[in-house]
């Protein structure tokens, strides 16, 4: 937690689990220890979503745009953003692939607002809760109405551990590219170092019982 800072702006990205139950104890332990909250960027289609509208204002939702992502931190808030998204979500399984295609917004967000980009990784978190929208039909479901019908399937009491990886400082000389793709790094590091490939929900089960932090 000493890497997010007492005040002023930061980015967090963080890996999209099948459902960031993880994001939602991020947020409440970084209001609980620092008194802050963290705005998040979520998917147009939860903005759709009958009754979600109270829920989203807890969870400060924004659907975007940049320029309003910007804004946000320019003004000294926290803000977080999961380039996978969705899609991340549905399509990425128990290897925990990265899947941000070429989407470099994220980075152009944070050099605008000459803000650190803070990168963040949850282990477990596909044990927690899987889903179906690896398989081709669920995908093409995707792909061709952008809305995630693919089913899932969990709610297992895994151990989650969030870990959050070194600050990278805002570089003025610095590239939208060159920025996605150092903090795309950044988080496979994290994923590499503090996860079971593939994951496995019974040692994500037992976890709960020890203390050490990764099966090989």
């Not at 926290?78 to 899609?87: D, E, M, T, Y």
């Not at 803070?118 to 952008?146: A, C, D, H, V």
Request: contains cysteine.
């Amino acid at each position: 937690m000493e890497k997010i800072p007492e005040e002023g702006p930061a980015l967090i990205i963080f890996y999209h689990g099948a459902i960031p139950i993880d994001f939602y104890y991020f947020m409440a332990k970084i209001f609980i220890q620092k008194g802050r909250t963290c705005r998040v960027v979520a998917d147009h289609f939860v903005f759709k979503i009958p009754g979600f509208s109270l829920l989203l204002d807890v969870f400060c939702a924004l659907h975007g745009p940049r320029e309003k992502c910007v804004e946000i931190l320019r003004s000294g808030h926290l803000l977080a953003i999961s380039p996978g998204g969705v899609r991340e979500a549905l399509i990425s399984d128990e290897t925990y692939n990265i899947v941000w295609g070429n989407r470099k917004g994220f980075a152009q967000v944070a050099i605008d607002a000459k803000v650190p980009i803070i990168p963040m990784f949850t282990q477990n978190i596909r044990e927690g809760f899987r889903s179906l929208g690896g398989t081709r039909f669920f995908r093409w479901l995707y792909e061709k109405f952008r809305y995630p019908f693919a089913p899932m399937y969990g709610g297992f009491p895994v151990k989650l551990r969030t870990y959050l990886g070194d600050p990278i400082p805002y570089d003025p000389k610095i590239t939208a590219e060159e920025l996605a793709e150092k903090t795309k790094n950044a988080v496979q590091a994290l994923i590499d170092e503090h996860q079971r490939i593939p994951g496995n929900i019974m040692s994500a089960l037992l976890e709960r019982f020890y203390k050490k932090q990764k099966i090989n």
